[in-house]
């Protein structure tokens, strides 16, 4: 009896943290998850290679080969509920891991601890859970990295990387800006591979080669590809015709037809300042205390490790965020783009962790002291931990939802005035 009681907890304890975080996604996924998806996302459901070999046709395809051309919005949801099912898992596993690589102890719990206040943020995996972003092709894009960091961080071979490259043209695939969203996490992952294992050739090799199939899949699928049907009032018919899920005349004719820049600016330009700029400034004030703690952390690891391989490897990696800037400035949507962003830093903050826990948690330990000298007893400590969660889940994704609307209304008040 003894023994079996042992082999549970061992068992139990092997597993407990992946089981907890993905009780936590899987529950708020379950009370926030919509009925139906937004037009411009399930149009994409409706669009595959059957139209031509088109840019985001491949989980139409897909999902086409599932439902055995059954394009139903209830076989829709169910195929993006099981993606979802699948990401949360994948999360549950990387989280647990990475709180397992560090020992028992202060450190440990200070990971936890970070664990959780990234999930509660707006810019965790959890804004795909939300009316908004429900079903969007984010969502494969993640499963995709998640995928390929479990593949490639422990024994790296050549045949890894072999394995991440048709991956990532797969991610490219699926959302032909995938190189420039989603992307720099994994290349924040593979630098710190190749570091750990002294720039091996095989491995070098292997990146030269994922980096050229990203390059070409992308401008192929940016300038080469195009649909059979001529006409957009066509294309959107036949759509139609074949599924009951919501099209969206717009997207088709953004995505596929509008082919210069002219025909575009329109669209974006009278609301880069009005949205995008207007947007990220209430953002970073919202995200004030997040953004100070990641400067912070960023600044120490750059100051000790100057001028070592290390050093050099990660301005490697913090040059990444430069491809960021024009997505923000040209896309209506830029929540999206800066949640990429957001966990994009997490990544970079991940390797600073296992690189060297004492930068990410001398932070850490500031904020602690800072709050014992003003708040004495745990109680209060525990009310303010939870005031802080409660706030930052409400924001949601940055442009659609909590506090952040109060500023939109208040931008489009003062614009009907003017």
């Known amino acids: 009896m ?4 042992k082999k549970v907890k061992d068992d139990w304890n092997s597993i407990s943290y992946e089981v907890c975080i993905f009780l ?3 529950l708020r996924f379950i009370v926030i ?4 998806m937004r037009s411009w996302v399930s149009t994409y459901y409706a669009c595959n290679y059957s139209y031509g070999f088109i840019p985001r046709g491949f989980i139409g395809s897909v999902f086409n080969i599932v439902s055995k051309g059954n394009i139903s919005s209830l076989n829709a949801h169910s195929f993006v509920f099981l993606a979802t099912f699948i990401l949360i898992l994948l999360a549950s596993i990387l989280f647990g891991k990475l709180i397992r690589s560090i020992r028992k102890g202060p450190k ?3 990971v936890i601890f970070l664990v959780i206040i990234y999930l509660f943020m707006p810019f965790s995996i959890c804004y795909l859970f939300d009316k908004t ?3 969007r092709m984010d969502l494969y894009l993640y499963i995709i990295t998640f995928i390929q960091i479990l593949i490639i961080y422990k024994k790296p071979t050549l045949g890894k990387m072999m394995m991440c490259m048709a991956l990532s043209v797969v991610g490219v695939m699926i959302h032909e800006a995938y190189a420039l969203y989603i992307f720099p996490i994994l290349f924040v992952i593979l630098m710190y591979v190749l570091y750990k294992n002294e720039f091996n050739k095989k491995l070098i090799v292997g990146m030269i080669f994922l980096l050229t199939a990203i390059l070409i899949s992308t401008i192929y699928f940016n300038f080469f590809v195009t649909t059979t049907m001529e006409d957009p009032n066509e294309f959107v018919n036949t759509l139609r015709e074949t599924t009951d899920l919501k099209i969206n005349d717009y997207c088709i004719k953004y995505q596929y037809y509008m082919h210069t820049a002219e025909e575009q600016k329109g669209y974006f330009v009278d609301r880069l300042i009005k949205y995008n700029v207007f947007g990220l400034i209430c953002t970073m004030i ?5 953004n100070m703690y990641i400067y912070k952390v960023l600044k120490e690891a750059f100051s000790k490790y100057s001028k070592t391989k290390f050093g050099y490897v990660l301005i490697l990696m913090q040059l990444a965020v430069v491809v960021y800037i024009p997505l923000f400035a040209c896309t209506s949507d830029w929540g999206r783009w800066l949640v990429a962003a957001y966990n994009y830093l997490v990544a970079l903050l991940i390797i600073i962790l296992i690189q060297n826990d004492r930068i990410v948690f001398k932070e850490l330990i500031r904020v602690n002291k800072f709050i014992d000298k003003r708040l004495s007893k745990n109680i209060n400590k525990f009310a303010l931990f939870i005031s802080i969660i409660l706030i930052y889940s409400s924001f949601g994704v940055f442009q659609t939802a909590g506090i ?10 003062i614009d009907k005035l003017i």
């Open 108 to 110: 440990r719990n200070m």
């Open 286 to 290: 919202l995200l004030l205390p997040i």
């Open 33 to 36: 998850m919509p009925t139906k």
């Open 133 to 135: 972003n429900f079903g």
């Open 404 to 413: 952040t609307n109060i500023f939109f209304a208040f931008g489009n008040y």
């Open 24 to 26: 936590y996604l899987f």
């Open 2 to 5: 003894e023994n079996l009681l």
